[in-house]
């Protein structure tokens, strides 16, 4: 056959690798940068005993598998004790992970999964490492150094592990060849590239897509942090199978509350083997030696937990649990096991929002094999907030463009008993909106104290804990660069409450965005506010009605309505179907029509 008329070997579809949305565990949400080789173990074998029937396989091991000395709470980026092979890849650490002593990488480990019938992944920062560049490693398959082929552009401005590969420079494509060749002979089936998406790097989502189809391995590819821009949807559907669609999400009502719309966003791109991701679910015991807090129960209600399970499910996200899985309750459990549910999750078509009024919001999707209807109901009322008008003060939009990354306050608070000091999101979300009021006095010209000193009456935050002279993340106040002993660290949304001691007249403080939301790819978008009377309007009832007309579903006459979660039939219903659901809760369904006799 003459040359030209020869095929050239089909692209394989990375796609068909996971036509439904992978499910798993991922050690970040209580290990942070530091699990071991027993910890990651004691989750798979939990998973192989008590998940794997109801689909959950992946076993990921999260950032900085590579650094033999990390710190829980943040990451250790003054000493780090690196382990690099030859050629400017990073290998575990066989301090944490013994099994790979000897060059061995994580084969062992990925075959300790593999002999469950479990799928082993790891997470990986996108780029070369600085210690390669430094050193000169050489690339195999190339004449080309690590020097070769970064560039400082781009580093990411949380973690400083690594450099830009520069698509096009000799070298460039070899390096991630070879790391994919590497953890395809590791064995490993899932990668997580971490600091790829928000920013998004597409030349260097090209780069590994290509690595990856060429490794001979199908490693299915997930892409992190968020919000990844929509306007690459196409692009990284074509690239990745799975994409994040927000920052790191932990275990706030407010953070999940944010996900109704961004869900509702990003539902037009789901496809088999391409999902956008809602982030992982931190539920169960979380925070055991975390990136953030402490060793706790997640924090979430059971209602929040319902409506977290139903939302990821009917937006049809990647499951990736974040608990430790062998502190899980019996009720973490049943959330994970439920098979109606997961039905909705493995097998559903066209998922959308119905509608949202008053924050009263209904999910639906399609069971193509029998017809049916999914309906997801939510209610995420909340207690609102007199406006902005109404506050004794209201700062500007503050960001890390804004002078000083802060603003001055002076507020008269002449007769006033009470101080409530409010942080709102700015109008976007709350991701990376770490707020600080700095320097905060009571003051009347002649007697001054210091509002950190004195003890609030109730206080809330988005992310987090308020502290007292720390920031909410647990390290110095900072904002500009500049540090401060005294002051309040809080996280967008927040409300701090004061009962005011008599005799003083003014409040003086700075409000600033906290260095540790400045940094960030995207920064933090914060407005400050201070009432002297209570903010808050009436609280929402405890259950509200939610009502749907059978015809918004395409249905008509007689229907039966089972409850997913409860395993319950309810019924025929006609017409309309109105239950009520709790205040931060969630009812889950399957709405079938009765066949004709």
């Known amino acids: 056959m003459p040359a030209a008329a020869q095929k050239a070997p089909a692209k394989p ?14 050690s970040w949400d209580c290990y942070g ?25 992946y076993v990921v091991v999260d950032i900085r598998w590579y650094v033999s000395n990390d710190t829980a709470h943040g990451y250790n980026e003054k000493n780090p004790e690196w382990n690099i092979d030859a050629y400017g890849r990073f290998v575990p650490a066989p301090n944490r992970f013994p099994s790979s002593a000897g060059g061995k990488g994580f084969k062992p480990l990925a075959d300790y999964m593999h002999a469950k019938g479990l799928k082993f992944g790891i997470h990986i920062m996108r780029g070369v490492p600085v210690i390669a560049v430094q050193r000169k490693l050489p690339i195999l398959g190339s004449k080309a150094t690590a020097a070769d082929i970064y560039s400082k552009e781009g580093q990411a401005g949380w973690l400083h592990d690594m450099y830009t590969v520069v698509a096009g420079r000799p070298g460039a494509q070899e390096y991630y060849n070879s790391l994919f060749k590497l953890y395809a002979s590791w064995g490993v089936d899932f990668v997580k590239v971490d600091d790829l998406s928000s920013p998004y790097h597409k030349p260097e989502v090209e780069m590994i897509r290509k690595a990856i189809d060429l490794s001979g391995r199908k490693i299915v590819l997930s892409t992190s942090p968020g919000e990844t821009p929509i306007a690459e949807a196409k692009h990284v559907q074509a690239h990745a199978n799975m994409w994040r669609t927000v920052g790191d999400f932990w275990d706030s009502w407010e953070q999940l509350k944010e996900h109704f719309e961004v869900c509702n966003r990003w539902s037009p791109y789901i496809r088999p083997g391409a999902f956008p991701d809602a982030d992982m679910l931190p539920l169960g015991r979380l925070g055991i030696r975390a990136e953030r807090g402490d060793d706790r129960m997640t924090r979430f209600t059971h209602d929040e937990q319902y409506t977290l399970m139903s939302l990821w499910s009917i937006f049809r996200s990647p499951l990736m649990f974040g608990g430790d899985l062998p502190s899980n309750d019996a009720f973490t459990l049943s959330l994970l096991t439920n098979q109606d549910v997961l039905a909705v999750h493995h097998n559903s078509t066209n998922n959308r929002q119905l509608f949202r009024k008053d924050n009263l919001i209904a999910w639906t999707a399609d069971d193509p094999k029998t017809g049916d209807k999914f309906l997801a109901l939510f209610n995420a ?12 003060w209201a700062s500007t939009i503050i960001t890390r463009q804004t002078p000083g990354q802060s603003q001055a306050l002076d507020v008269d608070i002449t007769g006033a008993t009470k101080l409530y000091l409010n942080v709102r999101d700015g109008g976007d979300d709350i991701a990376w909106d770490h ?17 950190s000193t004195l003890p609030w009456k109730s206080a809330s935050a988005g992310w987090g804990n308020v502290t007292a002279d720390k920031s909410v993340s647990g390290a110095e106040l900072m904002v500009a660069g500049k540090k401060y002993e005294r002051g309040i660290g809080t996280h967008s949304n927040s409300m701090i409450e004061y009962d005011l001691p008599a005799g003083y007249t003014r409040f003086q403080a700075t409000a600033g965005l906290d260095n540790a939301g400045a940094v960030q790819n995207t920064g933090g978008t914060l407005q400050f506010l201070v009432y002297t009377k209570n903010p808050y309007l009436p609280m929402p009832a405890d259950s509200a009605k939610v009502l749907v007309s059978f015809t918004q579903l395409g249905l008509s006459g007689p229907c039966t309505v089972r409850d997913l979660w409860a395993g319950k039939e309810l019924g025929q219903v006609t017409g309309e179907f109105a239950p009520y659901v709790r205040r931060h809760g969630a009812k889950l369904y399957r709405i079938s029509r009765v066949k004709k006799q």
Do not use: C, I, R
């Not at 009322?381 to 004794?392: F, G, K, N, T, V």
């Not at 707020?435 to 509002?451: E, F, I, Y």
């Open 13 to 26: 579809d990375f796609h068909q690798w996971a036509l439904t949305p992978p499910m798993g565990w991922n």
């Open 33 to 57: 940068p530091t699990v071991t080789e027993a910890e990651v173990k004691a989750n798979a074998d939990y998973m192989a005993q008590h998940l794997k029937s109801s689909g959950w396989e």
């Open 381 to 392: 009322q909340d207690q609102e907030l007199a406006p902005a008008s109404e506050a004794a």
């Open 435 to 451: 707020a600080d009021w700095l320097n905060p006095v009571l003051t009347n010209g002649s007697k001054t104290v210091q509002l």
